[in-house]
């Protein structure tokens, strides 16, 4: 497999240090409201990443942390009138529903800030013994950033450029306005632990420092999380990590992209906020998730009503095939000819194809295209007279819907009983276009009690009454199917 290095610019061929074991860690959330769609992204792609490694039959340790304490958690409980402790705790059981629901695998480790702050404190207090950090007479600990001789390899940033325009804030006591903050001294009001400075609070940045090294050891396989992390916090922690320990923080260090809303940068201030909760009251949580792999994950992805959909369709798409598949091959009795030799290496080619796609820096979209060339495949052999009724088409199907039970597995999608979700997908876009379905089922009920009683006349008014509401009727052999207009 090869990862894009974001410290080194490049895709590089990946393989774990030790063991055949990937160590890999990622930033959580600071919980402090519910999650966006940004945090979707990013838990999206380090899941599929997880699910990726362990497909190419990898070990996978996998370490996301809660920032459970933090200057914005103080400021919204503080809003609240909650405790800041309680509100963190509060946000975090959130997380865990909106990411079960997208179908997001829980990390195998999911440290906490509050729960490791003597290793906070032990990896600060090693800092200003080795002269990277200092104490003040307030009790705040700074990180020397000068004194660490690689700070902004990551980021690529110019330091005398930064200190140019960086500013010492009133109250602080910095050596330098690049210095960070490693502890801060306790204020009015605030959750506050015992410290050789004196009652405070770790700086943002220390935690994910001192959890990664407990729980996965130095050097981590693979660090990562959102582009907008690149700067400051993976550059700080890098910079407190290897100037602790001397070892090297992560060999690989991976950033997914942006999420732009209807192609503008998503903020509260422009209306166009949109968290996870919101979105999947009007779609699937399926939808939401394919509609975040069909970008590569290191470009930016635009959120809009019209991508949506179009996810959606595809969704559709391919539960239909693997519906249609799962009926020819229970229900036909099969002429004895096998698999027509083009047709097996079109098939082989689409597997070696797809992954090559998801070894080549976990190209999703390019994945997804031959998860739709094997649902063409499918559709070509159920139009081909002469061959869907032959043991040829039925090892066919089951090839393709062992390799979309294999592909889905790893995307996280497309999995799902074909009927209910299916049901689900008609029973959501009815919902979003105010169709009444209970309306709709009372109506189906008379449809079908006047088809009982042969009054096709009133079959079709009731037909008619439905078309009205926004729904379609068919009538299969099975009985009548409804779905949205």
């Not at 050789?196 to 990664?212: D, I, Q, T, V």
């Not at 959606?312 to 020819?328: D, H, P, V």
């Not at 797809?354 to 139009?383: K, P, Y």
């Amino acid at each position: 497999m090869q990862l894009y290095n974001t410290m080194t610019r490049r895709k590089e061929d990946f393989a774990p240090l030790r063991d055949n074991h990937v160590r890999m860690y990622a930033c959580g959330i600071t919980a402090y409201d519910y999650c966006h769609i940004g945090h979707a992204r990013s838990a999206v792609v380090f899941d599929v990443l997880v699910r990726t490694l362990r497909h190419m039959g990898h070990r996978v340790t996998f370490a996301r942390n809660f920032t459970d304490v933090d200057d914005k958690i103080i400021v919204r409980a503080n809003e609240n009138g909650e405790d800041p402790l309680a509100l963190a705790e509060r946000f975090i059981r959130a997380f865990h529903e909106d990411m079960d629901r997208l179908g997001v695998l829980r990390a195998d480790v999911e440290p906490r800030c509050t729960t490791h702050i003597p290793e906070m404190i032990a990896l600060t207090q090693d800092l200003i013994a080795k002269g990277h950090a200092y104490a003040t007479p307030s009790g705040d600990v700074y990180f020397r950033v000068r004194s660490f001789a690689g700070y902004a390899r990551l980021s690529g940033r110019d330091i005398d450029e930064m200190r140019a325009g960086a500013r010492v804030a009133p109250g602080e006591e910095k050596e330098d306005p690049l210095d960070f903050a490693l502890w801060k001294a306790a204020k009015p009001g605030e959750p506050t632990w015992d410290s050789p400075w004196g009652p405070g609070r770790p700086g943002w940045h220390l935690e994910c420092s001192a959890m990664s090294d407990k729980h996965l050891g130095l050097p981590l396989d693979i660090h990562g999380g959102g582009q907008d992390l690149v700067f400051p916090h993976h550059e700080n922690e890098i910079a407190q990590t290897e100037a602790a320990t001397g070892q090297e923080m992560a060999r690989f260090w991976v950033h997914n992209g942006f999420v732009q809303v209807d192609s503008e940068k998503m903020s509260k201030s422009l209306g166009n906020f949109k968290t996870i909760r919101e979105i999947m009251d009007a779609y699937l949580p399926e939808t939401l998730r394919y509609f975040l792999l069909t970008k590569h994950y290191r470009s930016p992805i635009d959120f809009t009503l019209d991508n949506m959909d179009e996810a959606e369709k595809n969704l559709r798409r391919i539960y239909t095939a693997r519906q249609e598949m799962a009926a020819a091959l229970a229900g036909t009795k099969w002429a004895a000819t096998d698999l027509p030799a083009a047709l097996a290496a079109e098939i082989d080619e689409q597997e070696a194809a797809w992954e090559a796609a998801m070894g080549d820096d976990m190209n999703t979209a390019q994945a997804l295209g031959h998860v739709f060339n094997l649902v063409r495949l499918a559709g070509r052999i159920a139009e081909d007279k002469a061959l869907r009724k032959t043991r040829g088409a039925k090892a066919a199907w089951e090839r393709i819907q062992a390799d979309l039970d294999a592909w889905g597995a790893v995307l996280g999608v497309f999995t799902q009983d074909p009927a209910q979700f299916l049901a689900s997908l008609r029973d959501t876009q009815a919902r979003r276009k105010g169709i009444d379905t209970a309306r709709v089922r009372a109506l189906l009920d008379q449809r079908a009690a006047a088809r009982a009683a042969k009054d096709f006349a009133a079959s079709d008014a009731l037909r008619d009454e439905l078309a009205a509401l926004g729904a379609t009727v068919k009538d299969t052999p099975a009985g009548q199917v409804w779905d949205v207009a």
